[in-house]
């Protein structure tokens, strides 16, 4: 029996006005270090100044590193789909599912948002009314493939729905 198996997790999200403070100070760091004169500078400010510079470069290109949290795992298998949430366990036979809707953004590697694997968001609705909003780990390509194999057989290919967000750079 085949199976696909990977973590269902959950991302912290930014806040947008630390994001923005944190911008703001990135900036006049870098306008007191890179543009003022040496003769003119104080030496506390510049030695804040570092620290801001650095702390930014965390916030813009450090988050990256940063694993996300996992709550459970999502298993596929030939005839159902395994979920696993905290304490609790359901089974999705796939003639109750409705349609499953992917947004795909990638799988993890150095060159993409995170090395421990994109944001991927699974939407399973079944026909009883019941609806799973997922984020799941796509770690690389042959996870990728793997996943896709499954969602391309006959019983989930009538069920199953693509859509890419903006800043895509792989095809699914």
Same mark, same amino acid.
């Given at each position: ?14 806040? @947008? ?28 400010? @510049? ?111 009538? @069920? ?13």
């Amino acid at each position: 029996m085949n199976t696909f198996k990977t973590e269902i997790v959950k991302t912290k999200e930014q806040s @947008k006005t630390l994001a923005i403070i944190v911008v703001v100070l990135f900036i006049i760091a870098n306008l007191y270090i890179f543009l003022i004169e040496k003769e003119n500078q104080n030496v506390y400010l @510049k030695s804040i100044s570092f620290v801001i510079y650095f702390l930014g470069l965390f916030f813009l290109f450090g988050q990256s590193f940063i694993k996300p949290k996992p709550i459970g795992f999502f298993e596929i298998a030939d005839t159902s789909i395994n979920l696993r949430l905290d304490e609790s366990q359901d089974t999705l036979l796939f003639i109750e599912l409705d349609n499953i809707i992917l947004k795909y953004t990638g799988y993890g590697s150095w060159w993409t948002h995170s090395i421990y694997g994109n944001k991927n968001y699974l939407l399973i609705a079944c026909k009883n009314g019941e609806n799973y909003n997922l984020e799941i780990l796509l770690r690389n390509r042959s996870m990728k493939n793997d996943f896709k194999a499954f969602l391309n057989t006959e019983a989930l290919q009538e @069920k199953f729905q693509l859509k890419k967000t903006k800043n895509t750079t792989c095809e699914f």
